[in-house]
């Protein structure tokens, strides 16, 4: 096989909450990878320096700012996206947010919330290009999930909910887009170095991430790019419903590394 099947030369590829962190790793390597990127975010400015850097690095990219939540915006921003480019080949839906609080305590404005970006605006934006990829017979819908779409923890139970959500979502929207050559699959990270886990860094999750990961340590957001380049790219061609969960191991590790005493079993 030809490496040009991971060639995303002459796509569009729009990906949300690229302003930082995941998405604008994801973003930076869709263009890497020849796609031009529309690269989203909340904040305009972020977005702004987003696309700033990644044609600094001779890529191509627009700043594209708008609430992912806002069901009528990004209809509109699809809408005008199509018109001036004639395509939308990629929706690499990213934007997320993580609220950690207790059940006592986290409401149900924290619920919606996080539902409301993590799950709701995925559906909105996938609806939205629905038609367009439809009509051109091909498109590639990415989630991004988590290992919290497969597994779970503690204190963070909309986060959990919703991404089980996306999990779900990609399983379904694989099924009834299939027919007409767009796939739905999602990616799922594990513990990554970004602003989402800022608070973290310094207390005892950070060394009990490190502890549960077979390869004992946090990872970067780059180490993402490949799994989502794939799935973006011809190579992926007969790949839909499907997470590739890129969590160092996490996810298929029952005890601490550290805590098994490896001699008991031989
Ligand atoms: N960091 C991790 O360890 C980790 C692990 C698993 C999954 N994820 C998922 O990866 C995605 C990105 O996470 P991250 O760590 O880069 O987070 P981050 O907080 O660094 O970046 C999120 C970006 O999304 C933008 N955003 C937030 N709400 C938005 C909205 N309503 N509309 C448009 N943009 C919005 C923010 O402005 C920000 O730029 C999320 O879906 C998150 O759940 C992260």
Redesign the pocket.
């Given at each position: 096989m030809s490496l040009n099947r991971f060639s995303l030369d002459g796509r569009v590829a729009l990906v949300?909450?690229a302003?930082?962190?995941?998405?604008r790793s994801l973003a930076e390597g869709f263009a890497g990878a020849g796609a031009k990127v529309l690269v989203?975010?909340?904040?305009p400015e972020?977005a702004a320096e987003a696309a700033d850097a990644i044609r600094a690095q001779g890529g191509t990219a627009e700043p594209l700012a708008?609430?992912?939540?806002d069901t009528a915006a990004a209809e509109d921003v699809v809408a005008r996206v199509i018109a001036e480019h004639d395509r939308i080949d990629i929706l690499m839906n990213?934007?997320?947010?993580?609220i950690r609080k207790p059940v006592e305590s986290h409401d149900m404005d924290d619920w919606n919330r996080v539902v409301g970006?993590?799950l709701s605006?995925l559906y909105g934006l996938s609806r939205a290009v629905t038609p367009h990829m439809k009509q051109k017979g091909r498109g590639r819908i990415i989630n991004?999930g988590?290992?919290m779409s497969v597994s779970s923890r503690p204190g963070v139970i909309s986060y959990v909910a919703a991404k089980h959500g996306v999990l779900g979502l990609t399983r379904g929207l694989a099924a009834e887009l299939g027919p007409h050559g767009i796939t739905v699959n999602a990616i799922g990270?594990?513990?990554?170095l970004?602003?989402?886990?800022k608070k973290v860094l310094g207390t005892d999750l950070e060394q009990i991430v490190i502890d549960r990961t077979p390869l004992a340590r946090w990872a970067a957001?780059e180490e993402l790019q490949g799994a989502a380049i794939f799935l973006a790219s011809d190579a992926a061609s007969f790949v839909t419903g499907q997470i590739i969960v890129v969590d160092g191991g996490m996810t298929t590790n029952v005890f601490l590394t550290e805590s098994v005493d490896l001699g008991v079993a031989s």
């Open positions: 949300t909450g302003g930082r962190g995941i998405g989203n975010d909340l904040h972020m708008f609430d992912v939540t990213n934007a997320g947010i993580l970006i993590n605006a991004t988590s290992t990270p594990g513990y990554i970004t602003e989402m886990n957001p």
